[in-house]
């Protein structure tokens, strides 16, 4: 295979970076999950929803958009979805801050020579947690847990040689204690190969639905009345919560294979991102491949709070009718220590 570094889109990634610095001047302080003077803060429940997935996209802190070309494409861009025309398998655990887990399980299959579709399982859980009250602040021997999970059909198909789409349908749960919410929700993907310099462009919006409402035994009460009333009658009766949205976010994503040869191979990217309770984010990564075997993968984020900096290492194996792939990130934050996540990919040929 003869080597080629395309200067183009080396060009187009440096044009883009200067073309966002001044959006990111423009913010005004705000940042990412504290929504810096607490802008759009608390406008949406389901924030399980908002925590990547996958340690080879996390390596390059989220700029995946655009390349979106394994399974993981499901949560970043599920067009990606397109691009798997044989059996794809991944699982993903991450070991979240305060010790929570956050897990990712799905898997692709091919309908035909353009279509693929996709099951996919997400959940974060934070184990038992105590009940602790004014009185008894160190916990009444009681204890609750939050729960929260999404599973997910997607399908996707390339249109053109150039441009595919994709769709995830959506159940989502969110649940604590005795109370819960259930909704359905969409995610629509695009994606565009230019042909000029290889470079490939992604578009997404998550999220799409109507707003949820906790139920539960936990909101059933019982009034006795007023002490010392001749009219106390026992009633039953149930709280009602307010409505909430789950995290609207659009992505939009352009990145390049600026190098190939037969040992080496290289792709750079950088994505846009914005939700609909926190300010605009972006994130430039890069993956490095040597020898289609060992992957350096290392990204930084920006306009977020507590992530920046990210990096990630991926062993490769291919044989036969199987391919295989472990891939690690590491995502410190500032303040809340690291984030680790690791990811198991297979491939059936």
Same mark, same amino acid.
């Given at each position: 295979?003869?080597?080629?570094?395309?200067?183009?889109?080396?060009?187009?990634?440096?044009?883009? $970076?200067?073309?966002?610095?001044?959006?990111?001047?423009?913010?005004?302080?705000?940042?990412?999950?504290?929504?810096?003077?607490?802008?759009?803060?608390?406008?949406?429940?389901?924030?399980?929803?908002?925590?990547?997935?996958?340690?080879?996209?996390?390596?390059?802190?989220?700029?995946? &958009?655009?390349?979106?070309?394994?399974?993981?494409?499901?949560? !970043?861009?599920?067009?990606?979805?397109?691009?798997?025309?044989?059996?794809?398998?991944?699982?993903?655990?991450?070991? !979240?801050?305060?010790?929570?887990?956050?897990?990712?399980?799905?898997?692709?299959?091919?309908?035909?020579?353009?279509?693929?579709?996709?099951? @996919?399982?997400?959940?974060?859980?934070?184990?038992?947690?105590?009940?602790?009250?004014?009185?008894?602040?160190?916990? &009444? *021997?009681?204890?609750?847990?939050?729960?929260?999970?999404?599973?997910?059909?997607?399908?996707?198909?390339?249109?053109?040689?150039?441009?595919?789409? *994709?769709?995830?349908?959506?159940?989502?749960?969110? *649940?604590?204690? =005795?109370?819960?919410?259930?909704?359905?929700?969409?995610?629509? $993907?695009?994606?565009?190969?230019?042909?000029?310099?290889?470079?490939? /462009?992604?578009?997404?919006?998550?999220?799409?639905?109507?707003?949820?409402?906790?139920?539960?035994?936990?909101?059933?009460?019982?009034? @006795?009345?007023?002490?010392?009333?001749?009219?106390?009658? =026992?009633?039953?009766?149930?709280?009602?919560?307010?409505?909430?949205?789950?995290?609207? @976010?659009?992505?939009?994503?352009?990145?390049?294979?600026?190098?190939?040869?037969?040992? =080496?191979?290289?792709?750079?990217?950088?994505?846009?991102?914005?939700?609909?309770?926190?300010?605009?984010?972006?994130? /430039?990564?890069?993956?490095?491949? !040597?020898?289609?075997?060992?992957?350096?993968?290392?990204?930084?984020?920006? $306009?977020?709070?507590?992530?920046?900096?990210?990096?990630?290492?991926?062993?490769?194996?291919?044989?036969?009718?199987?391919?295989?792939?472990?891939?690690? @990130?590491?995502?410190?934050?500032?303040?809340?220590?690291?984030?680790?996540?690791?990811?198991?990919?297979?491939? /059936?040929?």
């Amino acid at each position: 295979m003869k080597k080629y570094i395309r200067p183009v889109a080396c060009v187009a990634f440096m044009a883009a $970076g200067i073309l966002t610095s001044p959006l990111m001047a423009q913010n005004d302080g705000a940042t990412g999950s504290s929504g810096g003077a607490f802008k759009k803060v608390g406008a949406s429940g389901g924030q399980f929803l908002k925590i990547p997935v996958g340690a080879r996209a996390t390596g390059m802190a989220g700029a995946f &958009n655009a390349i979106s070309d394994d399974v993981t494409a499901i949560y !970043w861009n599920p067009s990606g979805l397109s691009k798997l025309r044989t059996v794809n398998a991944n699982v993903t655990y991450n070991r !979240w801050i305060a010790d929570f887990t956050h897990n990712f399980a799905a898997i692709t299959a091919p309908i035909g020579e353009n279509y693929t579709i996709a099951l @996919s399982a997400l959940s974060f859980s934070t184990g038992d947690i105590p009940v602790t009250t004014l009185d008894r602040p160190e916990g &009444n *021997g009681s204890t609750y847990s939050v729960n929260d999970f999404a599973l997910g059909l997607s399908f996707a198909g390339r249109i053109t040689e150039q441009f595919s789409v *994709g769709v995830n349908a959506k159940y989502v749960q969110n *649940g604590f204690s =005795n109370v819960a919410s259930n909704g359905v929700v969409f995610d629509v $993907g695009t994606a565009y190969e230019t042909g000029i310099q290889g470079i490939r /462009l992604g578009f997404s919006v998550h999220n799409l639905g109507s707003d949820q409402q906790f139920n539960g035994q936990d909101l059933n009460v019982n009034n @006795s009345g007023t002490p010392g009333s001749s009219t106390n009658t =026992n009633t039953n009766q149930a709280l009602i919560t307010n409505e909430f949205s789950l995290p609207l @976010s659009f992505r939009a994503g352009i990145a390049s294979e600026v190098l190939n040869d037969e040992t =080496n191979n290289l792709q750079v990217a950088l994505d846009f991102e914005t939700f609909s309770d926190t300010p605009e984010q972006f994130a /430039l990564g890069a993956e490095y491949t !040597w020898s289609n075997l060992l992957i350096v993968r290392g990204g930084y984020r920006l $306009g977020h709070d507590e992530f920046g900096l990210a990096g990630g290492l991926g062993l490769r194996y291919e044989g036969g009718s199987f391919g295989g792939q472990v891939d690690y @990130s590491i995502n410190p934050t500032s303040n809340l220590g690291l984030v680790n996540r690791i990811s198991l990919a297979f491939t /059936l040929k």
